[in-house]
DNA sequence: TCTCTTTGTTAGATAACACTAACATATTCA
DNA sequence: TGAATATGTTAGTGTTATCTAACAAAGAGA
């Protein structure tokens, strides 16, 4: 029996290990003390010590010895941290060029903080990216590229242009 | 004499009672436990305990029920802090459009876990939209903002210019 | 099957950070 | 000046999450 009480925000560890545990069920099928102990970089009695924890809460079944699983609830919660993990990382790496590493870093650390708000209009705003209609990438955003790269601004080669473009005539 | 080492890096929390401290300094001259303890939002003994590790590090001056000062370490990294800060609320406010509140508390969280990669590409982003050429805000982010509102694209009155803005010809 | 290796758990220590209750100092103003 | 109030500190606790050392169970090969 667990002491599950639903109003209780977890911690972004326990998100952490959750998420782990998740990530490992779908690459081995199986997530074990172990390989859990490895993702978060801590050793295993941490593991176990946290699958407690969670066990208690009712987001993951373990029994001595055996794998961990997760249940309903906990699938739920991983989920949700891997969706925004996905959505953070595309946006680091994809539009403000972070090295893929760097950004998985620091996805991690903001899939646990940012408010729903923030979460929910950078989704939209990778969405906005990605969905364009251009074949690459919008080509303000590759305006943005060549800014991060050297510092100035590209020439518009046909202001005209531009400005017809922008008065909407 | 205080027990600072170079490499040691601060906590979040320090962090945050530099910044805080900064913003006391700068808004009313002297930064008093009582008013650290309000804006933290923990009681007075947490701020006494931390100030006492903050003037270990050599980062803050603490005289027994006297104010505390920033050493120019101190002010090294709480400016660093709020710096980021700024930059990080100003995107979030101003680009993703998240209700300043909001943006505030999301800043406040980043602003500690954030690689420096993150941080200077973001902050290029931001600049990058501001000194743009247009006089209220990028075309394309008024694309986005019409995105975020309706979830549909603007549609364009006058596609063949755009093709030729595209197309540099 | 029996031993060796791997894996997992328990127990106990430590660190960072918050809290309450009790005490000490400062400040205010009658 | 001397209470009353406001502010700051100390002492002791609790929580979360980590670790090491020692022990227990599972699995694999000869």
Redesign the pocket.
Known sequence: MHTESVGEKL????EDYLEVIAILEKDKGVA???DI?RL??????????????LADKGLVE?E???YAELTRNGKRIAYDVLKRHKMLTKFLSSILKIDPHVAAGDACKMEHTLSPETCKNLSTFVEFVETSSEVDRPLWLKGFDHYLKTGKRIQCKNKQALEKVKSGK
């Open positions: 911690s972004s560890n326990m074990r003390v172990k102990s978060m970089k801590v050793k295993t009695p941490s593991v176990t010590s946290a699958l407690n924890v373990h001595r010895y055996g």
